[in-house]
């Protein structure tokens, strides 16, 4: 009797373990870098590992925006245009119509916010499935992006522009510390306030949300407007990075985002999914690809590893899911 | 010498942790109708999912026509004649009720092996029509109500030529006259010689439609009966291993005052000039049969659909109830009709889900207290004696009864005034059921007051203090506690020449947040 008495509060801490998902992608993630570290031990250079965050962390900030909208079980294609969008449109600001750096970029980052409000608006207020308003709004922004460069590149750029992405404080490149604000404060957001715990119970389960008095359209809004925001701070520091703004960037991050989202642990059927997980999703991504320069394995293999990875991690937690119902 | 289709000898299936059958033997004979009762956690599910071949057994036999079998999987219990019907259908929602029927096994012709669509058809009329029903073998799955998509399921079991066909909880989403047509079909497999595993926690049904009853308690067998020759109270008391004094306990509780109004309510064909008051601590039950309007009422009271015309009033609170937001603020409380599907997160523990509609009160500014959530959990845990292993616990893992109670408890702690419960026993056991009376009745004592519909006819009988019945939208007729009878109730009902399993498609799903 004892022991039948026992076995629920067993198998709630094997849940709370398991529920740790990012815990257990952390401790992967380290012995992969310990590994790393002993194989090609330039891998644990100050100089390296530098150079490694500051190549994830724009992707970082745009999968924080992301895993918001995945949290709600939702997605958003659009945000590689976002970032393209922003750069250019914050790029022709600044060069072709010489606005002070303190205007064009907030200027800039509110275009990303708005793209999220329209995304927001076809989603909520039409119904269209996130994923076919946010494909359709990465065309426009792509196609924008187009438009407005007819495909030239977009600059010099003042010197006080160009410091945003590879200036530096102390010995901290400044786009890691944009990131490490930027995860902070979204990962408060997140666990902290009542917003953020909505957004989770919309993800877990919008009928049953609404009917607890969740007003279910304003959280989505708030969503896809804060992947737009998080976009365009992203789309700020890579123009300043590449110190020019052209209609290519950022192509495809739509999908190093989604993935360093899943490989953090979310669901993409929502309600599931942190901020810091994402940030170890993004981290163990940046970590691969530089490992595979580290160890000479050709660049045309790189994509093949990082999609294997991807694979990988969510069927691991397939699997780990699997066992727990069974 | 017999006519014993099934037998399982002395079966044992072990969890981790929990013996959930210990030497259970049981046997099924040929045209009849043999019902499993027991409370949930009893071991009905594992005893037929064994049959089923969702799962391996421990230790026992299993014989099948004086054969000793192996069921390995759900498929080779298809092929040894075995069919489950389960409480989620299994069926394709866009394809037709033929496709479905003959899914994976269509009849071919031709060199090519072409799919004989018109073999397809005609057998499919032939196996509804055995069934003794009407219904259109064309019609698409989602356009079909509840009742006729089981018809289908129990159509395609009968076309995988079974022996033996296992009904769980059959009826915990029909009307009572789709419940008739279902017994109906049932009887018709009976005469085809067919052995029927009947689960259900509805005694009134167990005692209409089975011969012989079998009552299982924490995985052991308590007995096996002829149905005539025991009674409910007998089978309740076997199953729950103790005396039920009063199943329903009703306090008396003195009445105060208005504190809802509802005025000539009305939403197209669903709800036609509904009026109505509720007064404080009253408990008013809505009776009526699935799609007469009961769960469009409470859904418009609560704000959750729009109405066309109609006003609801919460005295003492100065706006109209239109919106969701209204009635929460107005101190409405809604505990859904499906609870999964609608009252809970399944995904996240216990606290939050019990917190979903407080969060204000556990928080400050805009930030979460989780002292003061966790807090706000524990509290109504222990009041309605929600059984977890933790507050960190997935409601996902809960009992019907326990995420129920859960439901209420997120309601609770917001200390409404105004409850509405949509069929809040359904599908949860005995016990539980009891537990819900009784917090009823706790609630009604201190002022709450109730509107509790339910497809169980003794249950609203028992608890409430007048009784509306619902009908093709409108309200049918009013009963007083003491003037109520079964039947006053059930011919007031079904006054609305409710031919059995028609029209009102399947819940469209519709909700305006998606």
Known sequence: ?326 | MDDTILRMKSISKSFPGVRALDDVSFEVRRGEVHAILGENGAGKSTLVKILSGAYRRDSGEIELDGHPVEIHNPSHAQSLGIAMIYQEFNLAPHLSVEANIFIGREPRRGPFAIIDQRAIHRQSQKLIKQLGVELDVTQRINTLNVCQQQITEIAKALSMKSHVVIMDEPTSALSESEILTLFSVIRRLKQEGLGIIYISHNLGEVFEIADRITVLRDGKKIDTQNAREVTPEEEVQKMVGRDIADMYAKREVPVGEVVLRVNGLSSGNMLRQISFELRSGEVVGIAGLLGSGRTELIRAIFGADRKERGTVEVVGYKHKINRIGDAIRGGIGLVPEDRKEQGLFLGMPLGPNISAASIRDVSYHGILDRKKERALAAKYVEELDIKIAGLEQLVLNLSGGNQQKTVLAKWLARSPQILLLDDPTRGIDVGAKQAIYRLIGELAATGVGIIFVSSELPEILGISDRILVMGSGQIKGEFSRAEATQEKIMSLATTSTMIACEQEPGSIAQEDNE
């Open chain 1, 1 to 326: 009797m004892m022991k039948a008495r026992c076995m629920p509060a067993i198998r709630a801490f094997g849940q709370r373990i398991f529920k740790a998902r990012e815990s257990m992608i952390l401790v992967v993630f380290i012995l992969f870098c310990v590994l790393l570290g002993v194989i090609a031990p330039k891998f644990l250079t100050v100089r390296n590992i530098t150079n490694v965050i500051r190549q994830f962390s724009m992707i970082t900030i745009v999968a924080v925006g992301m895993t918001f909208v995945i949290i709600t079980g939702g997605i958003d294609l659009s945000v590689g245009g976002i970032v393209a969008f922003v750069g250019v449109s914050t790029a022709w600001l600044l060069v072709a119509e010489h606005f002070p750096i303190l205007l064009a970029i907030p200027i800039g980052i509110l275009l990303g916010l708005l793209i999220g409000l329209v995304n927001g608006l076809l989603i909520v207020k039409i119904g269209l499935p996130p994923f076919i308003a946010t494909l359709g709004m990465m065309q426009v922004s792509r196609g924008l992006v187009l438009a407005l460069t007819k495909g030239y590149p977009i600059q010099p750029f003042p010197q006080d522009f160009l410091n945003i992405g590879q200036g530096a404080i102390w010995f901290i490149p400044i786009p890691i510390l944009i990131m490490l604000a930027v995860v902070i404060i979204a990962h408060v957001f997140l666990s902290k306030t009542t917003v953020g715990r909505y957004i989770y119970y919309v993800g877990s389960n919008p009928v049953a949300a609404n009917l607890s008095g969740i007003n279910v359209k304003r959280i989505l809004f708030i969503v896809y407007m804060l992947a737009g925001l998080t976009s365009g701070i992203a789309a700020v520091i890579l123009v300043a990075r590449l110190s020019s703004a052209q209609s290519s960037m950022a192509l495809g991050w739509e999908l190093d985002a989604i993935a360093a989202v899943v490989i953090g642990g979310a669901s993409l059927s929502g309600g599931e999914g942190s901020i810091f997980g994402t940030l170890i999703g993004a981290a163990m991504m940046g970590v691969i690809r530089n490992a595979l320069i580290l160890l000479h394995v050709s660049v045309y293999w790189q994509n093949v590893v990082i999609g294997l990875v991807i694979i990988a991690a969510v069927a691991f937690d397939r699997l780990r899911q699997q066992r727990q119902v069974r």
